[in-house]
């Protein structure tokens, strides 16, 4: 019995220690004083900030129609159920890239629905609509996916008692549903707002600049070496982490209360 | 109070056929049956979860059919109460009144007396996870009764408790229904929590209803076989006709007399339904009591509380007739009445019914 947790616990961390390694390695090898002057770039500070702007504006406008979505999947049976789970599972599939120019098919200057959102005065090429337009597209399945979990976890038989006692349909989702599944929209928004920020392959696509700091990294990777791209990749990493472990504590002490 | 016409419900491969039910003003209605019969689901349809693909439902003369939950003016509560594990005791019973509109203050007024009633004032801050099984039923009856339904639904919501709970809630509900006088349709399994509370009883297997009568009536009339089993009658014997007389596992049988006013057709056979107390060990009565009398072998003793439970064998590996005896009894009959030992017994006439 001793033996096989111990397996266990070895094979998980090798996984864990897979993972970890190249972060801590990165982190550990960092001079601050470098770290410092990286920060202190105009262009890599606001390179920082546009991308985690551009991926919570994706989260935010997501979560406005994939929570509606997530509730629906969780509770309804209707013809086509498995085929919208399928299309919004397909970004995970595909590559980004791919998924970039797909995305340029639609909303590019010459196509329908971006010469109808340019008219509007919403332009996604070389935009930061367009950075946020990719990330969304790439990382809505973990919110959406996160969220249904959430409630299909949530026992039916709550709605139904809150219907019996003269909720209606909109009092019981905002009332039971919603603050019962909070933990788990939350979880999935991180999640999707996480992913968001590392997206490199369709945000090239769409909007080489102004530049996020995964292109960033990538510019200065290919332009000057590893020597120039790790700071700034060590930045991103760090803050990426911070507010990760926040929200993460943050969500573990609304569950707790 | 309540009327169903006819109601017919589909949910995936289970089906509610043509259910015809009515409940009045003040009674308090058990539906019995065995688990998977459909119970819940027909609690469900009347709740308006469910709509029915066929038939009416009729709440005070007025037709609620297509109407949602929210509109029948009903409350429901499930076997694990389904307490709302986010808010604490005082708002899962508000909950319901702040739909209508009304203020925390005005809720809490209204929620006072019944508060006290079921005594779960000191309850009031808590979340449901910090209650014990008893004191959750309380504040889902409560959370119910605070909106005034018409018609209280209850889903075996005695079933998830122990029995010492068990016992002093069905109690609860009794008091509940008399001080209160609502309306109760209270679904379950067990017979013996039916025929306590039930002022009336309805029989359900397989999506249908089989019987709707007083308690005491099904047990005395059952009309099915199915529905003598879920009443918990112990011996059903089945009966052939063989020129001119009807014989049984344990011999011919005299059942001229109560056949009298059934038709039966030439051949058929039928059942005999005997509650456990109409077989008397050792019997002492005049012979024209009995329908049988005769030899049987005991094949099994169990001792279950207060009563004995006999399993007196034909001998021939047919059937089995079963009885009980009090304990009392059992003390002074059982040098004669030990396992392996063959008793006289006597099956009376009196309470015995056919079942075509």
């Given amino acids: 019995m001793r033996s096989f947790g111990t397996v266990l616990f070895g094979l998980g961390f090798i996984l864990v220690l897979f993972v970890a390694m190249p972060l801590?390695?990165?982190?550990?090898?960092?001079?601050?004083?470098?770290?410092?002057?990286?920060?202190?770039?105009?262009?890599?500070?606001?390179?920082?900030?546009?991308?985690?702007?551009?991926?919570?504006w994706a989260t935010l406008l997501c979560a406005v129609c994939g929570v509606p979505l997530a509730y629906i999947l969780a509770r309804r049976q209707f013809p086509g159920k498995s085929l919208v789970e399928g299309i919004i599972d397909l970004p995970i599939m595909i590559p980004h890239t791919a998924a970039g120019?797909?995305?340029?098919?639609?909303?590019?200057?010459?196509?329908?629905?971006?010469?109808?959102?340019?008219?509007?005065?919403v332009g996604f090429v070389g935009t930061e609509a367009g950075i946020s337009l990719a990330m969304a597209f790439v990382s809505v399945p973990f919110l959406v996916n996160s969220a249904k979990d959430g409630f299909l976890a949530i026992d039916p038989r709550l709605e139904r008692v809150a219907r019996t006692l003269g909720a209606s349909p909109w009092r019981v989702f905002l009332k039971v549903s919603l603050p019962l599944a909070w933990r788990s929209i939350l979880s999935g928004a991180i999640m999707m707002w996480a992913r968001g920020i590392s997206e490199f392959g369709a945000v090239v696509v769409l909007a080489y600049h102004p530049m996020t700091a995964p292109v960033l990294i990538w510019e200065r990777f290919?332009?000057?070496?590893?020597?120039?791209?790790?700071?700034?990749?060590?930045?991103?990493?760090?803050?990426?982490?911070?507010?990760?472990?926040?929200?993460?504590?943050?969500?573990?002490?609304?569950?707790?209360? | 109070m309540l009327r169903l016409d006819d109601i017919v419900v589909r949910l995936g491969d289970f089906c509610l056929n043509s259910v015809s039910l009515s409940i009045t003003k003040g009674e308090y209605l058990v539906l019995l049956g065995p688990?998977?019969?459909?119970?819940?689901?027909?609690?469900?349809?009347?709740?308006?979860?469910?709509?029915?693909?066929?038939?009416?439902?009729?709440?005070?003369?007025?037709?609620?059919?297509?109407?949602?939950?929210?509109?029948r003016g009903l409350g429901i509560v499930y076997q694990d109460y389904a307490l709302f594990p986010h808010l604490n005791v005082e708002q899962n019973i508000a909950f319901g009144l702040r739909s209508t509109g009304m203020s925390e203050r005005q809720s809490l007024r209204t929620m006072e007396d019944l508060v006290r009633f079921l005594d779960i004032g000191h309850l009031l801050k808590r979340r449901p996870a910090q209650l014990s099984g008893g004191e959750q039923q309380r504040v889902a009856l409560a959370r119910a009764l605070v909106m005034k339904p018409f018609l209280l639904l209850l889903d075996e919501p005695l079933s998830a408790l122990d029995r010492a709970s068990r016992d002093r809630?069905?109690?609860?509900?009794?008091?509940?229904?008399?001080?209160?006088?609502?309306?109760?349709?209270?679904?379950?399994?067990?017979?013996?929590?039916?025929?306590?509370?039930?002022?009336?009883?309805?029989?359900?297997?397989?999506g249908s209803i089989l019987q709707h009568?007083?308690?005491?009536?099904v047990f005395a009339r059952p009309n099915s076989r199915a529905v003598a089993k879920i009443a918990g009658i112990r011996n059903l014997l089945e009966a052939i006709p063989e020129n001119g007389r009807w014989v049984t596992f344990l011999g011919v049988v005299d059942i001229e007399d109560i056949l009298k006013n059934c038709a039966t057709d030439p051949g058929q056979k039928i059942c005999i339904s005997i509650p456990g107390w109409n077989v008397e060990v050792f019997p002492g009565k005049p012979e024209d009591s009995y329908l049988w009398k005769g030899t049987l072998r005991v094949a099994e003793t169990r001792l279950i509380g207060d009563l004995v439970d006999l399993v007196l064998s034909g001998g021939n590996g047919g059937d089995d007739i079963r009885t009980s005896l009090s304990r009392r009894e059992w003390e002074t009959l059982s040098p004669f009445v030990e396992q392996g030992k063959n008793v006289p017994v006597g099956i009376c006439k009196k309470g015995i019914h056919c079942i075509m």
């Fill in chain 2, 35 to 71: 688990t998977g019969t459909g119970k819940t689901v027909l609690l469900e349809t009347i709740a308006g979860i469910h709509r029915p693909r066929k038939g009416r439902i009729w709440i005070n003369g007025r037709d609620v059919t297509r109407q949602p939950p929210e509109k």
């Fill in chain 2, 169 to 206: 809630l069905r109690h609860e509900l009794k008091r509940i229904h008399r001080e209160i006088g609502v309306t109760i349709l209270h679904i379950t399994h067990d017979l013996e929590e039916a025929l306590f509370l039930a002022d009336r009883m309805a029989i359900m297997e397989n």
């Fill in chain 1, 101 to 121: 120019i797909a995305l340029l098919m639609v909303y590019g200057k010459s196509f329908l629905l971006g010469r109808l959102f340019s008219r509007l005065g």
């Fill in chain 2, 213 to 217: 009568d007083r308690p005491e009536a």
């Fill in chain 1, 222 to 257: 290919g332009a000057y070496g590893l020597k120039y791209a790790r700071p700034v990749a060590v930045v991103l990493i760090l803050i990426c982490l911070i507010i990760f472990f926040v929200l993460r504590a943050l969500s573990a002490k609304q569950e707790e209360n």
């Fill in chain 1, 24 to 56: 801590v390695r990165m982190i550990l090898a960092a001079d601050p004083a470098v770290l410092k002057g990286v920060l202190a770039e105009t262009r890599v500070y606001q390179s920082i900030l546009l991308t985690l702007r551009a991926a919570l």
